[in-house]
């Protein structure tokens, strides 16, 4: 039975580690391998250490997918949306390979990162690596609860996940991933009435700012489709920092490839009047790449190689 990898769906963790990788070398065989042996390490942490709640994701990068598996290509498989109007940017970063790691333990995101690294260390480069935590009762660094409006349960699986109308790469999901770096100093200089008319909602109870535009951010936010139902997409981000810069790394999981590219047009282009989101004032956009994260069975699947088939000897 095609399942789903883990993490797509899972419930938020205290700390999360992620890995964006570039592949080095030609052999695209080994990274097919190491990927399923990936899946292999995630249960491993994750049955000896079960207090910790482990779950992972592999992604491909849509331009290195057609390397690794050229036989099976995702349709609507499209690279990053690069957009930009005037100050505002989402820059493309395209990277080969995007590893999300969660548990409610550091110490054991760390190490599995270290496994990870460890199996592929011959043939990729580290491209970026983030270390990421649950922010009080789920909120950025902003103090706004992040993705209050996820859905949940079989929704959300809906939301996140391919269906059966596309039997190869069903349980699959489409990857966005932009790391965000927060000017708190400025962001702090505004009082909480500025910051709540910014976001759209109240800081406590994320309820809808009496004040509220189409300029702020949980408008903005809530895009939907041509049938003014919501766009299939699960937010899963969380907020990194330390004393010197802090920030957001944005992770979303869609059944639609084209669901993110409609949320970042309504944020940086923003309506037919120009309101744009408010926020990217305040923040800005760092990195950007766009990913496939097959079903474990896909990943298993491809990770055997293949007999050459040849046609049988004639008979004399």
Not at 224 to 234: C, K, V, W, Y
Request: proline share 6%; aromatic share 10%; with cysteine.
């Amino acid at each position: 039975m095609t399942q789903p990898q883990k993490g797509i769906c899972a419930e938020p963790n205290l700390h999360a580690q992620y890995l964006l990788l570039n592949v080095v070398d030609d052999d695209t065989q080994a990274i097919r391998e190491k990927l399923a042996r990936t899946l292999a390490l995630f249960d491993h942490y994750d049955e000896e250490h079960y207090e910790a709640m482990v779950t992972g994701v592999i992604a491909v990068g849509t331009q290195y997918w057609p390397e690794l598996y050229p036989e099976a290509i995702p349709l609507h498989l499209y690279p990053f949306p690069d957009m930009q109007c005037e100050d505002r940017c989402a820059p493309a970063t395209p990277c080969d390979l995007f590893i999300q790691i969660r548990a409610d333990r550091q110490d054991i995101c760390y190490a599995l990162g270290l496994a990870i690294m460890d199996l592929f260390r011959l043939h990729v480069e580290l491209v970026d690596d983030v270390h990421a935590f649950r922010y009080l009762d789920g909120r950025d660094l902003t103090g706004f609860l992040i993705a209050p409006n996820n859905p949940r349960g079989m929704k959300k699986q809906s939301m996140a996940l391919i269906g059966d109308d596309d039997p190869e790469f069903c349980q699959g999901s489409f990857v966005h991933v932009q790391r965000f770096r927060h000017d708190l100093r400025r962001w702090s200089t505004l009082t909480d009435r500025q910051q709540e008319q910014v976001m759209g909602v109240t800081r406590e109870h994320h309820t809808d700012s009496p004040e509220s535009n189409p300029s702020a951010h949980f408008v903005r936010m809530s895009v939907t489709d041509a049938d003014r139902e919501p766009l299939p997409l699960i937010n899963q981000s969380m907020p990194f920092g330390d004393m010197h810069s802090q920030g957001l790394m944005f992770v979303s999981f869609s059944s639609s490839a084209s669901a993110f590219k409609t949320l970042l047009h309504s944020r940086i282009f923003g309506d037919d009047a120009g309101e744009y989101d408010r926020l990217l004032d305040f923040v800005s956009a760092e990195t950007g790449a766009a990913f496939f994260a097959p079903s474990i069975h896909f990943i298993r699947n491809h990770a055997v190689l293949k007999p050459i088939k040849t046609q049988p000897e004639l008979e004399r």
